[in-house]
């Protein structure tokens, strides 16, 4: 079993890791990386085409006010298009437009290019092993049943 020194600092390095690469991005927007914000976006409408708004805010853990402003601007920008929901015209779906998917397309190209410059010392064998090891940390978070409030 992990003890809790050990759990509290993976998670501390972990937080590490997301502030600066999104300190990374905002810095280097101008050239192709997206927001987070806006990155989240697109990454989540890309991958759930057709859901309605509210299932994005909660899936991102955004209010929908939030979530709202990031979908105007993105709207804005030509990179997520609304389409009424058939099921209840009330409601809207979302999906990526064709400039959308290039604006994501380029920030992810970004992304590895900017990977594989600050890993030129690791080896394939270093980041398999890292992809595995938080492929299974990925994966038993989404095993776990339990809320946090309820083990306690």
Known sequence: ?????????????????????????????????????LGALLTH????????????????RVTQSALSRQIAHAESLGYVVRTPDPLDGRAS??????????ALRVHREVQLEWFLSVMTEWTDEEVDALTASVG????????????VASSR
């Open 45 to 60: 409408v890309a991958c759930s085409q057709g859901h309605r708004p509210s299932a994005v805010a909660e899936d991102l």
């Open 136 to 147: 299974r940390l990925r994966d038993a978070v989404a095993d776990e049943p339990r809320s």
């Open 93 to 102: 779906l979302l999906s990526l437009s064709e400039a959308g998917a290039e």
């Open 1 to 37: 079993m992990v003890s809790a020194e050990s759990a509290s600092n993976l998670i501390e390095s972990l937080r590490g890791l997301v502030r600066q690469t999104r300190a990374k991005a905002a810095r280097s927007a101008h050239i192709g990386m997206l927001p987070p914000p």
